[in-house]
C-alpha cells in the first residue's frame, strides 16, 4: 500500500464534507454501506444519504475503490466513531476492517436509484466488475440504464497518472444517436406496451383473416375442388409457417425495437435490403389501407343498392364511403394504440362470431337456407355433395391462378412484428403469437373449405320448381339430382345459373345460422385489416425515418406522445389511401402489393438463411425450430409465387427493390448493425486467404504487392497515389507508418490512428490497408513490417520508400538507417522501389495529418502528449523521416498535439506552393506523353511490369511506354530486335526502343567535380589520419566513404554521372522515368557512397521511380 493510495478523508479532523463525491475526486467511487448480521439499525443514516446524492459525473458509472490504510479504515470504520469517510464514501476498508465490530461482514449492494456499485465481490474490495446485463445495453433503454464497465485500462494502467484523464474509454461514449435514444427513453416513461396476445396474436389473425375468407373461399372451392383447394391452402400456410419460423428466429436474436419487417431485415443484411424493403413495405402498408377500405365500401354500397338507398352512382358511393371511413379509422390511430387495441379487440369478436355462426350453419341440415337474398339453394353437409366437389372443374381459371387469387389472404402475419416497438416483450410474443396465428388461421381455411365443398353443389339455378320425381332418382349420377333437385339446365347453359360455388360469392351468408352475422364479419375482416395496416405503416416509416437512410425523409422520424406515435407518418398514410381511394380502380396496384409483401416474406428467410451460412458469432436465436435451408426454400418459394400471382408485377417489385439497394449502396448511410452481410464477407474472406496459402504462387499470377513507407497516408499524396495507380484492383498495398520518439508507447492511441487513418483511405477510395507501428528506431520498425505485416499470401513483396531529399542536411546516422531498410529488403527477398520527386514528397508541414480528416475522426485522436524531447536530434521520426525536410521538430506530424494547419492568412512560400501542386499531379488524367523505362539490368520483370500495370489504367492510358537499353555501339541493331522481340513475347505494347551504345563514356568533368565536392564531407580520408583513428572514426560513423571504397567504384560512380547525362538528354520530357535501381553491396559500400550515387542519378529530373525486383522472374511467355 503506498502513501499516495491513502484517501484524504482519513485525517481526523477534515472537517465538514458535502454528501456524495466532490467533482475533484475520481468518476469510479465505492461507497460502504455497513449491515451488521442480524442488526440492519445498524446502518448509519449518513450512509444512506450519501447513496441519494451522487454526483452527476458518477451517475450510471462504476465508481473506483480508494484503497485506504488498515489503521486509518478501521478507526473510520468502528461503529462507534463513523467517522467522514463513510458519509462522502471515499474511503473504501482494507481486508482487515471488513468485518464490523459485531462480526457481521459489510453488504455490498447495487442502488438502483444511483446506479452505484457497492459490492464486495468474492470477499475482496475491488473495482473489477461482476457480470451484469446492464454492462451490455447499446443505450439507455427503457427495460434499464447502461453501465459502463471499468476499461481494460483503468484496471491495468500504472498508476503514476490520473488513469482517467482521458474521460470515458474509446468506444464507451455515448454518439448522438444513442444519447438521442437514451433521452427518448427518460421522457418516455409509463408507454403502453402488449403482450403476446393482444399485441400479435390478435393482430395476425384479423389481418389473415380477410375479407378473402366470406366472399372467395367457396369459389376457390368450386374451381380446385376440395382436395386442390385444401392443396392451396397448405401451400401457402408452407410459405407463410417458414417466414413465421425465419421472423421469430432473427425476432430472438437480440433486442428488437420498432420497425417490423423493416428493422428485422436491414438489422440483419445491411441498411442496403433493409432501405429498399422498408420503403417499399411501408408503401404496400399504405396501398393496403385503400384496398380493405374500398372491399367494405363495396359491400356497403351493395347493401344500399339492395334497398334502394344510393346516393349517387355506384363509383362515387364507394368513394364517399371510403372516404368517410378512412377518415373514422385515422381518428381511432390517432387516439393511441390503446384505443386502437381496443377497436380491434372488439372486431376479433365479431369476425370469431362471424365463423362460429357459418360453422353451426354448415351442421344444420335444413335443406334451404332462407338467409337474405332469400334465394333457395341446396344447403345440407351431404357425402354425395363432398364427393362430387372433390375433383376440380376449373372454368377459365387453373391451379395457380386460383391460388394466386387466395395466397393474398395468408399474408398479413407480420401485423405483429410490425409494431415491435410496442410490444413488451418481442422475444418471445413475435415467435409465440405469430405461430399460433398462422395454426389458427390455416385450420380455419381448411375447415372452410371442406365444409362448404360438403354443403352446396357447383351450380343451382336457384329455381324452387326445379325438382326431379322419385322414378328418376334411382338413375341420378350427380349429387343434386340425388337431393331431389334438377339442374340438368347449367350444364347446356352455365350462365343461367347465377348459384351455387361457382356462381354466388355470397354462399357462406346462405350457409350460415344467421346471414347478416356474416355480413358483419366482412366489415369486421375488412376494417381490421385496414387498421392494422394503417398503424403498421407508419410504424415501419417512423424506424427507416429515424435511421437517415434516405435524406429528406426525417421530418416523419419525429415521434409525439408517451407511445412515441408517428402522427406525420399517419397523415402521410392517410394521404396515400385517400388517394387511392378516390382513384377506387385497384384491380391493378393489388398484384402489385401481394409482391411487394412477399419480397418482403422472401429477404427475411433469406436473411435467416444468410446469417446462418455467415457462422457468426453473434447469430444465437433463443428461438430454435429453424433450419437455414428451410429458410432458403422459403425464400425461393416467395419468389416463385410473386411470378405466380403476377409476373409483370414481379418484375416491377424487382426492378423497384434493385434500385432502391442501388441507390442506398451509392448513399452509402453511415451505419453499422453488425449485419450477416459483414459477418458473411469476414468469412469468405478467411476462407479465401487459407485456401490461397495452400496454393504456390505462379509466374503468371504474380502482382505487385507493396508495402508503402507513407508515414500519415495523407503526408505524401504523390506517393500514395502513384503506387495506387498500379496497385488499384491489381495488387495488395499496405501503407506503413513506423512511430518513434522519447517516450513510453502510447498502444492505444495507435490503435485509434489505424482505425481513423484506415477511414481516410476508404473515404478516398484508396484502396489499401494503414499499418502503423511503434519501434526503437526507423531500421527496427521497418524489420517489423517487413517480417510480419500482411496474412498468409496477402503479403507484401515490394519495399516502396520515398527519396531522402533532405540527407545532406540532417544527421547522417539517418541516410545509414535509410540505406539499411533498403539493404534488409533485400534480405527479406523483397523488390525496392525509390520516388524522387523534385519538389519533394512530404506535404504535412503544410498541412498537418489531420488536416483531411473529417470532425468526427478529429475529435476521435489522439491526445498526443511527448515526455521528453532532445532538440538537438530528430528524435521523433516517423516514416516522414527518410525523405524530406519537413520532419523538423517543429513540424513532425507526430510532435503536435492536434491537427497542424498552416494559418490561412499566412500565404503559401513558392517552394511549398510547388510541393502542393506536384503532390497532387498524379491524381490529374496524363496527356499524351511517354513512361520512359530504363530497362538496364534484369531484375526479373518488375522493372518493366509496373509500367505496363500503369499505362493500362484511366489516368495513364495515353501515354506510351519507350524502353532505353544498355549496348554497345557496334550492335545497336542486333540488341533492339532482340528487345523487341522479347517484349512482344511478354506481350507488351511499347512505342519505341533506344540502345545506348555510350553508357560507358566518361561523364564531363564539371559533373564528375561537383559529385567528389557533394561527397567531399562525408569521406573518411583515413590516409591522412592514423590507422587506429580512422578505424574508432569508421566504427562511429560507418557511413563514411573510405578512399579506397571510392577508388574502387570509381567507375560505377561514372556510370551514375553519365546515366543523369543521359536521362536528361532522353527523357527531360517524359510523364515518368522508370528506371532500374543500382545496387550497392551489403558492408562494402558506404551508405554515404550510396545516397551520392542515388541523388547524383536522379537529380534535376521528371519524376523518377527507381525500381530493383527481387530478381525472380515475374513475367513469363508460357501459357
Given at each position: 500500500?503506498?502513501?499516495?493510495?491513502?484517501?484524504?478523508?482519513?485525517?481526523?479532523?477534515?472537517?465538514?464534507?458535502?454528501?456524495?463525491?466532490?467533482?475533484?475526486?475520481?468518476?469510479?467511487?465505492?461507497?460502504?454501506?455497513?449491515?451488521?448480521a442480524?442488526?440492519?439499525?445498524?446502518?448509519?443514516?449518513?450512509?444512506?444519504?450519501?447513496?441519494?446524492?451522487?454526483?452527476?459525473?458518477?451517475?450510471?458509472?462504476?465508481?473506483?475503490?480508494?484503497?485506504?490504510?488498515?489503521?486509518?479504515?478501521?478507526?473510520?470504520?468502528?461503529?462507534?466513531?463513523?467517522?467522514?469517510?463513510?458519509?462522502?464514501?471515499?474511503?473504501?476498508m482494507?481486508?482487515?476492517?471488513?468485518h464490523?465490530?459485531?462480526?457481521?461482514?459489510?453488504?455490498?449492494?447495487?442502488?438502483?436509484?444511483?446506479?452505484?456499485?457497492?459490492?464486495?465481490?468474492?470477499?475482496?474490495?475491488?473495482?473489477?466488475?461482476?457480470?451484469?446485463?446492464?454492462?451490455?445495453?447499446?443505450?439507455a433503454?427503457p427495460?434499464?440504464?447502461?453501465?459502463?464497465?471499468?476499461?481494460?485500462s483503468?484496471?491495468h494502467?500504472?498508476?503514476?497518472?490520473e488513469?482517467?484523464?482521458?474521460?470515458?474509454?474509446?468506444?464507451?461514449?455515448l454518439?448522438?444517436?444513442?444519447?438521442?435514444?437514451?433521452k427518448?427513453a427518460?421522457?418516455?416513461?409509463?408507454?403502453?406496451?402488449?403482450?403476446?396476445v393482444?399485441?400479435?396474436?390478435?393482430?395476425?389473425?384479423?389481418?389473415?383473416?380477410?375479407?378473402?375468407?366470406?366472399i372467395?373461399?367457396?369459389?376457390?372451392?368450386?374451381?380446385?375442388?376440395?382436395?386442390?383447394?385444401c392443396?392451396?391452402?397448405?401451400?401457402?400456410?408452407?410459405?407463410?409457417?417458414?417466414?413465421?419460423?425465419?421472423?421469430?428466429?432473427?425476432a430472438t436474436?437480440?433486442?428488437?425495437?420498432?420497425g417490423?419487417?423493416?428493422?428485422?431485415?436491414s438489422?440483419?443484411?445491411?441498411?442496403?435490403?433493409?432501405?429498399?424493403?422498408?420503403?417499399?413495405?411501408?408503401?404496400?402498408n399504405?396501398?393496403?389501407v385503400?384496398?380493405?377500405?374500398?372491399?367494405?365500401?363495396?359491400?356497403?354500397?351493395?347493401?344500399?343498392?339492395?334497398?334502394?338507398?344510393?346516393?349517387?352512382?355506384?363509383?362515387?358511393?364507394?368513394?364517399?364511403?371510403?372516404?368517410?371511413?378512412?377518415?373514422l379509422?385515422?381518428?381511432?390511430?390517432?387516439?393511441?394504440?390503446?384505443?386502437?387495441?381496443?377497436?380491434?379487440?372488439?372486431l376479433?369478436?365479431?369476425?370469431?362470431?362471424?365463423?362460429?355462426?357459418?360453422?353451426?350453419?354448415?351442421?344444420?341440415?335444413?335443406?334451404?337456407?332462407?338467409?337474405?337474398?332469400?334465394?333457395?339453394?341446396?344447403?345440407?353437409?351431404?357425402?354425395?355433395?363432398?364427393?362430387?366437389?372433390?375433383?376440380?372443374?376449373?372454368?377459365?381459371?387453373?391451379?395457380?391462378?386460383?391460388?394466386?387469387?387466395?395466397?393474398?389472404?395468408?399474408?398479413?402475419?407480420?401485423?405483429?412484428?410490425?409494431?415491435?416497438?410496442?410490444?413488451?416483450?418481442?422475444?418471445?410474443?413475435?415467435?409465440?403469437?405469430?405461430?399460433?396465428?398462422?395454426?389458427?388461421?390455416?385450420i380455419?381455411?381448411?375447415?372452410?373449405?371442406?365444409?362448404?365443398?360438403?354443403?352446396?353443389?357447383?351450380?343451382?339455378?336457384?329455381?324452387?320448381?326445379?325438382?326431379?320425381?322419385?322414378?328418376?332418382?334411382m338413375?341420378?349420377?350427380?349429387?343434386?339430382?340425388?337431393?331431389?333437385?334438377?339442374?340438368?339446365?347449367?350444364?347446356s347453359d352455365?350462365?343461367?345459373?347465377?348459384?351455387?360455388?361457382?356462381?354466388?360469392?355470397?354462399?357462406?351468408?346462405?350457409?350460415?345460422?344467421f346471414?347478416?352475422?356474416?355480413?358483419?364479419?366482412?366489415?369486421?375482416?375488412?376494417?381490421?385489416?385496414?387498421?392494422?395496416?394503417?398503424?403498421?405503416?407508419?410504424?415501419?416509416?417512423?424506424?427507416?425515418?429515424?435511421?437517415?437512410?434516405?435524406?429528406?425523409?426525417?421530418?416523419?422520424?419525429?415521434?409525439?406522445?408517451?407511445?412515441?406515435?408517428?402522427?406525420?407518418g399517419y397523415?402521410?398514410?392517410?394521404?396515400?389511401?385517400?388517394?387511392?381511394?378516390?382513384?377506387?380502380?385497384?384491380?391493378?396496384?393489388?398484384?402489385?402489393?401481394?409482391?411487394?409483401?412477399?419480397?418482403?416474406?422472401?429477404?427475411?428467410n433469406?436473411?435467416?438463411?444468410?446469417?446462418?451460412?455467415?457462422n457468426?458469432?453473434?447469430?444465437r436465436?433463443?428461438?430454435?425450430?429453424y433450419?437455414?435451408?428451410?429458410?432458403?426454400?422459403?425464400a425461393?418459394?416467395?419468389?416463385?409465387?410473386?411470378?405466380?400471382?403476377?409476373?409483370?408485377?414481379?418484375?416491377m417489385t424487382?426492378?423497384?427493390v434493385?434500385?432502391?439497394?442501388?441507390?442506398?449502396?451509392?448513399k452509402?448511410?453511415d451505419v453499422?448493425?453488425?449485419?450477416?452481410?459483414?459477418?458473411?464477407?469476414?468469412?469468405?474472406?478467411?476462407?479465401?486467404?487459407?485456401?490461397?496459402?495452400?496454393?504456390?504462387?505462379?509466374i503468371?499470377n504474380?502482382?505487385?504487392?507493396?508495402?508503402?513507407?507513407?508515414?500519415?497516408?495523407?503526408?505524401?499524396?504523390?506517393?500514395?497515389?502513384l503506387?495506387?495507380?498500379?496497385?488499384?484492383?491489381?495488387?495488395?498495398?499496405?501503407?506503413?507508418?513506423?512511430?518513434?520518439g522519447?517516450?513510453?508507447?502510447?498502444f492505444?492511441?495507435?490503435a485509434?490512428?489505424?482505425?481513423?487513418?484506415?477511414?481516410?483511405?476508404?473515404?478516398?477510395?484508396?484502396?489499401?490497408?494503414?499499418?502503423p507501428?511503434?519501434?526503437?528506431?526507423?531500421?527496427?520498425?521497418?524489420?517489423?513490417?517487413?517480417?510480419?505485416?500482411?496474412?498468409?499470401r496477402?503479403?507484401?513483396?515490394?519495399?516502396?520508400?520515398?527519396?531522402?531529399?533532405?540527407?545532406?542536411?540532417?544527421?547522417?546516422?539517418?541516410?545509414?538507417?535509410?540505406?539499411?531498410?533498403?539493404?534488409?529488403?533485400?534480405?527479406?527477398?523483397?523488390?525496392?522501389?525509390?520516388?524522387?520527386?523534385?519538389?519533394?514528397?512530404?506535404?504535412?508541414?503544410?498541412?498537418g495529418?489531420?488536416?483531411?480528416?473529417?470532425?468526427?475522426?478529429?475529435?476521435?485522436?489522439?491526445?498526443?502528449?511527448?515526455?521528453?524531447?532532445?532538440?538537438?536530434?530528430?528524435?521523433?521520426?516517423?516514416?516522414?523521416?527518410?525523405s524530406?525536410?519537413?520532419?523538423?521538430?517543429?513540424?513532425?506530424?507526430?510532435?503536435?498535439?492536434?491537427?497542424?494547419?498552416?494559418?490561412?492568412?499566412?500565404?503559401?512560400?513558392?517552394?511549398?506552393?510547388r510541393?502542393?501542386?506536384?503532390?497532387?499531379?498524379?491524381?490529374?488524367?496524363?496527356?499524351?506523353?511517354?513512361?520512359d523505362?530504363?530497362?538496364?539490368?534484369?531484375?526479373?520483370?518488375?522493372?518493366?511490369?509496373?509500367?505496363?500495370?500503369?499505362?493500362?489504367?484511366?489516368?495513364?492510358?495515353?501515354?506510351?511506354?519507350?524502353?532505353?537499353?544498355?549496348?554497345?555501339i557496334?550492335?545497336?541493331?542486333?540488341?533492339?530486335?532482340?528487345?523487341?522481340?522479347?517484349?512482344?513475347?511478354?506481350?507488351?505494347?511499347?512505342?519505341?526502343?533506344?540502345v545506348?551504345?555510350?553508357?560507358?563514356?566518361?561523364?564531363k568533368?564539371?559533373?564528375?567535380?561537383?559529385?567528389e565536392?557533394?561527397?567531399?564531407?562525408?569521406?573518411?580520408?583515413?590516409?591522412?589520419?592514423?590507422?587506429?583513428?580512422?578505424?574508432?572514426l569508421?566504427?562511429?560513423?560507418p557511413?563514411?566513404?573510405t578512399?579506397?571504397?571510392?577508388?574502387?567504384?570509381?567507375?560505377?560512380?561514372?556510370?551514375?554521372?553519365?546515366?543523369?547525362?543521359?536521362?536528361?538528354?532522353?527523357?527531360?520530357?517524359?510523364?515518368?522515368?522508370?528506371?532500374?535501381?543500382?545496387?550497392?553491396?551489403?558492408?562494402?559500400?558506404s551508405?554515404?557512397?550510396?545516397?551520392?550515387?542515388?541523388e547524383?542519378?536522379?537529380?534535376?529530373?521528371?519524376?523518377?521511380?527507381?525500381?530493383?525486383?527481387?530478381?525472380?522472374?515475374?513475367?513469363?511467355?508460357?501459357?
Open positions: 500500500m503506498t502513501s499516495r493510495e491513502t484517501p484524504a478523508s482519513g485525517t481526523p479532523d477534515a472537517g465538514p464534507k458535502p454528501l456524495g463525491p466532490t467533482p475533484s475526486q475520481s468518476r469510479f467511487q465505492v461507497d460502504i454501506v455497513a449491515e451488521a442480524g442488526a440492519t439499525g445498524d446502518k448509519s443514516p449518513s450512509s444512506d444519504a450519501s447513496t441519494t446524492a451522487p454526483s452527476k459525473e458518477a451517475k450510471g458509472r462504476f465508481r473506483v475503490v480508494n484503497f485506504a490504510d488498515p489503521s486509518e479504515a478501521g478507526s473510520a470504520a468502528s461503529p462507534e466513531a463513523p467517522g467522514d469517510g463513510l458519509q462522502n464514501g471515499d474511503t473504501v482494507s481486508e482487515t476492517s471488513l464490523s465490530s459485531t462480526g457481521g461482514p459489510h453488504h455490498y449492494h447495487y442502488d438502483t436509484h444511483t446506479h452505484t456499485y457497492y459490492m464486495r465481490t468474492f470477499g475482496h474490495n475491488t473495482i473489477d466488475a461482476v457480470p451484469n446485463i446492464d454492462f451490455y445495453r447499446q443505450t433503454a427495460l434499464g440504464e447502461k453501465l459502463i464497465r471499468p476499461t481494460l483503468e484496471l494502467d500504472e498508476l503514476d497518472k488513469p482517467f484523464e482521458d474521460g470515458f474509454a474509446n468506444g464507451d461514449e454518439t448522438p444517436p444513442e444519447e438521442a435514444a437514451a427518448e427518460a421522457d418516455n416513461k409509463g408507454v403502453v406496451k402488449f403482450g403476446w393482444k399485441g400479435v396474436l390478435v393482430r395476425c389473425m384479423l389481418n389473415i383473416w380477410g375479407v378473402m375468407l366470406f372467395r373461399m367457396s369459389w376457390i372451392v368450386g374451381q380446385a375442388g376440395i382436395a386442390l383447394a392443396l392451396i391452402v397448405a401451400m401457402a400456410t408452407v410459405v407463410t409457417t417458414i417466414t413465421g419460423l425465419s421472423t421469430s428466429a432473427i436474436n437480440g433486442f428488437v425495437r420498432g417490423g419487417a423493416y428493422y428485422l431485415i438489422r440483419s443484411l445491411g441498411p442496403e435490403f433493409g432501405g429498399s424493403i422498408g420503403l417499399i413495405f411501408a408503401f404496400a399504405a396501398v393496403a385503400a384496398m380493405y377500405v374500398v372491399g367494405f365500401a363495396e359491400t356497403v354500397a351493395e347493401l344500399l343498392a339492395g334497398v334502394d338507398a344510393n346516393m349517387t352512382d355506384e363509383l362515387n358511393d364507394i368513394r364517399i364511403i371510403g372516404t368517410i371511413t378512412v377518415i379509422l385515422l381518428g381511432i390511430s390517432l387516439a393511441g394504440m390503446e384505443w386502437e387495441a381496443k377497436a380491434q379487440i372488439f376479433l369478436i365479431v369476425l370469431i362470431t362471424a365463423i362460429i355462426n357459418y360453422f353451426i350453419g354448415s351442421f344444420i341440415p335444413s335443406g334451404f337456407s332462407f338467409n337474405a337474398p332469400l334465394t333457395p339453394v341446396p344447403v345440407s353437409p351431404s357425402g354425395a355433395i363432398m364427393w362430387e366437389n372433390m375433383g376440380p372443374d376449373f372454368r377459365e381459371e387453373t391451379f395457380f391462378s386460383v391460388f394466386a387469387i387466395f395466397f393474398p389472404a395468408a399474408t398479413g402475419i407480420l401485423a405483429g412484428a410490425n409494431i415491435s416497438g410496442d410490444l413488451s416483450d418481442p422475444q418471445l410474443a413475435i415467435p409465440r403469437g405469430t405461430m399460433l396465428a398462422i395454426l389458427i388461421t390455416g380455419v381455411y381448411l375447415g372452410v373449405a371442406v365444409s362448404t365443398g360438403s354443403c352446396i353443389v357447383r351450380d343451382a339455378t336457384g329455381n324452387l320448381n326445379d325438382t326431379v320425381s322419385s322414378q328418376f332418382m338413375n341420378c349420377t350427380d349429387a343434386a339430382c340425388k337431393l331431389g333437385y334438377d339442374f340438368s339446365s347449367c350444364k352455365k350462365t343461367a345459373c347465377r348459384y351455387g360455388l361457382q356462381n354466388d360469392f355470397q354462399v357462406m351468408s346462405m350457409v350460415s345460422g346471414g347478416p352475422v356474416i355480413t358483419a364479419g366482412i366489415f369486421s375482416a375488412t376494417l381490421s385489416s385496414a387498421l392494422a395496416s394503417l398503424v403498421s405503416a407508419p410504424k415501419v416509416f417512423q424506424a427507416l425515418c429515424k435511421d437517415n437512410i434516405y435524406p429528406g425523409l426525417g421530418i416523419f422520424a419525429k415521434g409525439y406522445g408517451k407511445n412515441n406515435e408517428p402522427l406525420r397523415i402521410l398514410t392517410f394521404v396515400i389511401a385517400l388517394a387511392f381511394i378516390l382513384i377506387a380502380e385497384l384491380n391493378i396496384i393489388a398484384p402489385i402489393i401481394s409482391n411487394f409483401f412477399l419480397a418482403s416474406y422472401a429477404l427475411i433469406f436473411s435467416v438463411f444468410h446469417a446462418s451460412l455467415a457468426s458469432p453473434g447469430w436465436p433463443s428461438f430454435k425450430y433450419n437455414m435451408w428451410v429458410s432458403l426454400v422459403g425461393i418459394l416467395c419468389c416463385v409465387v410473386m411470378f405466380v400471382i403476377n409476373w409483370w408485377a414481379a418484375l424487382n426492378v423497384i434493385l434500385g432502391l439497394f442501388i441507390y442506398v449502396s451509392y452509402k448511410p453499422n448493425w453488425g449485419s450477416s452481410t459483414q459477418a458473411l464477407t469476414y468469412h469468405q474472406a478467411l476462407t479465401h486467404t487459407l485456401h490461397l496459402s495452400g496454393v504456390e504462387d505462379h503468371k504474380f502482382r505487385p504487392q507493396c508495402l508503402v513507407m507513407t508515414g500519415y497516408p495523407n503526408s505524401r499524396p504523390a506517393l500514395l497515389d503506387v495506387h495507380s498500379f496497385t488499384k484492383n491489381v495488387g495488395l498495398m499496405m501503407c506503413g507508418h513506423i512511430r518513434t522519447y517516450r513510453r508507447p502510447n492505444k492511441e495507435l485509434t490512428d489505424q482505425a481513423r487513418y484506415q477511414r481516410w483511405l476508404l473515404k478516398n477510395e484508396t484502396k489499401a490497408f494503414y499499418t507501428v511503434f519501434a526503437e528506431d526507423m531500421r527496427q520498425g521497418a524489420q517489423y513490417l517487413l517480417q510480419a505485416a500482411g496474412l498468409g496477402l503479403k507484401p513483396n515490394t519495399l516502396v520508400l520515398g527519396f531522402k531529399n533532405d540527407w545532406r542536411d540532417g544527421d547522417m546516422m539517418n541516410v545509414e538507417t535509410y540505406i539499411s531498410m533498403i539493404h534488409d529488403s533485400f534480405d527479406f527477398q523483397f523488390g525496392a522501389v525509390i520516388l524522387r520527386l523534385k519538389e519533394g514528397l512530404d506535404v504535412s508541414h503544410i498541412q495529418p489531420d488536416d483531411l480528416l473529417s470532425s468526427q475522426e478529429k475529435s476521435s485522436g489522439m491526445k498526443d502528449v511527448i515526455v521528453s524531447i532532445d532538440t538537438s536530434k530528430d528524435s521523433d521520426a516517423d516514416s516522414s523521416k527518410p524530406s525536410k519537413a520532419t523538423s521538430i517543429q513540424n513532425s506530424p507526430a510532435m503536435q498535439k492536434g491537427p497542424y494547419k498552416k494559418s490561412p492568412s499566412v500565404p503559401l512560400n513558392v517552394s511549398d506552393q510541393l502542393l501542386e506536384a503532390s497532387q499531379q498524379f491524381l490529374k488524367k496524363q496527356g499524351k506523353g511517354t513512361v523505362v530504363w530497362w538496364l539490368f534484369d531484375d526479373g520483370g518488375l522493372t518493366l511490369l509496373i509500367p505496363y500495370l500503369l499505362t493500362n489504367k484511366k489516368r495513364w492510358k495515353d501515354c506510351k511506354i519507350r524502353v532505353f537499353i544498355g549496348g554497345k557496334n550492335r545497336i541493331d542486333h540488341d533492339r530486335r532482340a528487345m523487341a522481340t522479347l517484349l512482344s513475347k511478354f506481350r507488351i505494347d511499347f512505342s519505341d526502343i533506344n545506348l551504345g555510350d553508357i560507358n563514356t566518361k561523364p568533368k564539371e559533373h564528375v567535380s561537383a559529385f565536392e557533394m561527397i567531399e564531407p562525408y569521406r573518411l580520408k583515413e590516409d591522412d589520419m592514423e590507422q587506429e583513428a580512422a578505424e574508432r569508421k566504427d562511429s560513423e557511413w563514411r566513404i578512399d579506397n571504397e571510392l577508388e574502387l567504384y570509381r567507375a560505377k560512380t561514372n556510370r551514375q554521372i553519365r546515366l543523369n547525362e543521359l536521362l536528361k538528354e532522353h527523357s527531360s520530357t517524359a510523364n515518368l522515368i522508370v528506371m532500374s535501381l543500382p545496387l550497392a553491396r551489403k558492408g562494402a559500400v551508405s554515404a557512397l550510396y545516397m551520392a550515387w542515388l547524383v542519378l536522379s537529380k534535376e529530373l521528371p519524376p523518377i521511380l527507381l525500381v530493383r525486383g527481387n530478381h525472380q522472374s515475374v513475367l513469363t511467355f508460357y501459357s
